[in-house]
């Protein structure tokens, strides 16, 4: 599944998840947030609704990864309490 969010013409936003065939219920997790609007709750509603439909579908896992220095993705995933 890809969600993505457009407004004037401008894909800015993004949040994907990739079911794992060889583990039901698992899936990768991936974020980006435009620089334009970071720190603005953008990920936060976004890996909500991820959340959400992970459930309605039987996911009990998000597999993600940050780099070292994505200090906003980490403060994120972290807040959430992953």
Do not use: W
Not at 17 to 43: E, F, M, N, Q, T
Not at 50 to 76: A, D, V
């Amino acid at each position: 599944m890809i969600s993505v969010r457009c407004s004037s013409n401008r894909c800015s936003d993004y949040v994907t998840y990739s079911p794992r065939s060889a583990y039901d219920g698992v899936s990768d997790l991936s974020i980006y947030i435009h620089r334009d609007h970071r720190g603005k709750g953008v990920g936060k509603q976004l890996l909500q609704k991820l959340e959400e439909i992970g459930k309605q579908n039987n996911f009990y896992k998000f597999l993600l990864f940050t780099f070292p220095f994505n200090t906003l993705g980490q403060s994120l995933y972290h807040n959430a309490r992953y």
